[in-house]
Each structure stands twice: as structure tokens, then as C-alpha cells.
């Protein structure tokens, strides 16, 4: 194999494993922030992260120069995106176990598919959407309750809005590229996060004892660093490739759920977590086949 090849292979490798570590990184912060849930707001942990954020990303920012004006609104659209999708997270994980929020986070390569499509002009073959039809159908079976009556309907609402905002931030950072750099793409958001979240923070604020405020700090790194892996491997590869890698996240939810909250998934949980990998499995291979 050519010095070419090689090189081209590993930029197509690039993008899924960063996009796995991000996903690991998102479980643990989701885990964080269900247990602080508990006695924390919202505006509170989101603040704390965002300041995190803010202070290991602003020094290289700083260095990179001004954003362009005409790029200004995309970014803040971003940065609205993603604590957007923070804040109905951490409402949809104080309500539900991981994976039935999870569950309906494997909506996402719906969203962004259809966004892919419609914003960035990509083109997906037909039977790559009927593998994701498949995994709508598996995404279903274990709402069955929650449908019928006998789950949280709002955590289930919040988990969907939440999921719709992170298939917006793939797409956004798609668009913007990486003209700024990664440093610049995690300060604004962090930045509009300490600055939105930050006054509501201090009005709700809750004295954290000293494990929880080292929970809390340990929340921003793993923030910044989940999106950082998230905006870089979004800039290496398309995100309709990058988006079945999502249901990833259901390995960690299992494992999280029982270890840390006692909570083991139901049956409909299973039979559609196997629906979910086998679409997964196809649509893979699907990509894998076809010429690039």
C-alpha cells in the first residue's frame, strides 16, 4: 500500500474513532449530570461546565484572531445548539434511566441525514434510509409504555428536542469547517453558556460539598473534551457516515445504568437495542460499500 493510501485511510478512519471517544465522553458527562440532577439546577451545572470550558479554551482562542463577521451568527447558532442540547438532556436524564433517553437520542441519524441533505447537499443512498427506517422501528419498541401511558411522556419530549438540537450541531460544524479552530468552536459555546446560564446560576445557586463540586469540575473537562473529539471528528468526516456510530451510546447506558444507578433495561429494551444494532450493522456496511 502506497504512502497515498495509507494516508487516506487513516483520514477515513479519523473521524468514526474520534466520534466514538466523543460518544464515551458524552455517556460519562450524561452520568455525571443524572446523578447531580438530583440537587442541582440545570443553570447551575450547565453554568460550571461552561465556565470550565471557557477558561481551558479562551488562552488559545485568544491567539487565533477574530471571528469574521459574516461567521459570527453560524457560530452562535452552534453555540446555541449545543447547550441546547445540554439543557434538555439534563431534564430528559432527570426523568429517565441513560438508555430510555438514549432511545430516543438513536433518532439522530434522522435529523442529521435530513439536515445533510437539506443544508449541506449530501447524498444518501436509498437503502442506507431504509436501514435507518429499521432503526426507527427499533427505537419504538421499548417507547411502547411511554406511549400507552405508563412512562415519563416530558422526559421522552425533552430527550427528542435535545436530540434534534445535537443533530443541528453536527451540521453546523460541518458548515463552518475549521477555519477557526478547535479552540474558537469550544469557546463560543462556552462562552454563551456562562453568559446565558451564568445570571440563572446565581439565583438558584446550591452550595455543593466537596465531592460534588469536584463532580461539577470534572463535568467541564469531560464537556469540553466530548465536544472537542465531537467538532473534530465532524470536520473529518460526513455526518451522515458519522451519525449510525451514535447508537454506540447504548453499550455505555447499559453499563452506566447498572453500575452507578441500579437500573437494569426492560425487555422491550433489548429486543430494540438488537433491532437498532442490526439496522446499525447494515447501514455500515451499506457505506462501506459503496465507492467514494
Same mark, same amino acid.
Given at each position: 500500500m502506497s504512502g497515498a493510501h495509507r494516508a487516506q485511510g487513516g483520514r477515513g478512519v479519523r %473521524?468514526?474513532? /474520534?466520534?466514538? *471517544?466523543? *460518544?464515551?465522553?458524552?455517556? =460519562? +458527562?450524561?452520568? *455525571?449530570?443524572?446523578?447531580?440532577? %438530583?440537587?442541582?439546577?440545570?443553570?447551575q !451545572?450547565?453554568?460550571? #461546565?461552561?465556565? =470550565? %470550558?471557557?477558561?481551558?479554551?479562551?488562552? !488559545?482562542a485568544a491567539r487565533a484572531g477574530v471571528i469574521a463577521r459574516e461567521r459570527l451568527a453560524l457560530h452562535a447558532l452552534r453555540g446555541g445548539l449545543?447547550?441546547?442540547?445540554?439543557?434538555?438532556?439534563?431534564?430528559?436524564?432527570?426523568?429517565? $434511566?441513560?438508555?430510555?433517553?438514549?432511545?430516543?437520542?438513536?433518532?439522530? $441519524?434522522?435529523?442529521?441525514?435530513?439536515?445533510?441533505?437539506?443544508? /449541506?447537499g449530501e447524498r444518501v443512498a436509498p437503502r442506507a434510509w431504509a436501514w435507518? &427506517?429499521?432503526?426507527?422501528?427499533? !427505537? +419504538? !419498541?421499548?417507547? =411502547?409504555?411511554?406511549?400507552?401511558? &405508563? &412512562?415519563?411522556l416530558v422526559g421522552y419530549l425533552s430527550a427528542l428536542v435535545g436530540t434534534a438540537a445535537t443533530a443541528g450541531v453536527m451540521i453546523t460544524t460541518r458548515k463552518l469547517g475549521a477555519r477557526e479552530g478547535l479552540a474558537v468552536a469550544m469557546a463560543v459555546p462556552a462562552l454563551l453558556g456562562v453568559v *446565558?446560564? %451564568? $445570571?440563572?446560576?446565581?439565583? =438558584?445557586?446550591?452550595?455543593?460539598?466537596? #465531592?460534588?463540586?469536584?463532580?461539577l469540575l470534572v463535568n467541564g473537562l469531560v464537556w469540553t473534551g466530548a465536544n472537542l473529539a465531537l467538532t473534530a471528528a465532524v470536520r473529518a468526516t460526513e455526518p451522515s457516515r458519522l451519525a449510525p456510530l451514535d447508537f454506540t451510546a447504548m453499550l455505555w447506558a447499559v453499563l452506566f445504568d447498572a453500575l452507578v444507578f441500579g437500573v437494569s433495561p426492560s425487555l422491550l429494551d433489548l429486543v430494540g437495542a438488537f433491532v437498532v444494532i442490526l439496522a446499525t450493522l447494515g447501514h455500515q456496511a451499506e457505506h462501506g460499500s459503496r465507492p467514494r
Open positions: %473521524g468514526p474513532l /474520534l466520534m466514538l *471517544i466523543a *460518544i464515551a465522553l458524552f455517556a =460519562v +458527562l450524561d452520568t *455525571i449530570a443524572k446523578w447531580l440532577s %438530583g440537587a442541582y439546577s440545570s443553570a !451545572v450547565i453554568a460550571l #461546565r461552561s465556565a =470550565v %470550558g471557557l477558561a481551558l479554551a479562551a488562552p !488559545v449545543i447547550l441546547s442540547s445540554a439543557f434538555f438532556f439534563f431534564q430528559a436524564f432527570a426523568l429517565l $434511566p441513560l438508555l430510555d433517553a438514549y432511545i430516543v437520542f438513536f433518532l439522530a $441519524p434522522f435529523f442529521t441525514m435530513g439536515l445533510a441533505v437539506a443544508v /449541506l435507518a &427506517g429499521l432503526a426507527f422501528l427499533g !427505537v +419504538l !419498541v421499548p417507547m =411502547v409504555p411511554a406511549l400507552t401511558g &405508563g &412512562g415519563a *446565558i446560564f %451564568g $445570571p440563572v446560576a446565581v439565583l =438558584v445557586w446550591v452550595a455543593p460539598t466537596g #465531592r460534588d463540586l469536584a463532580l
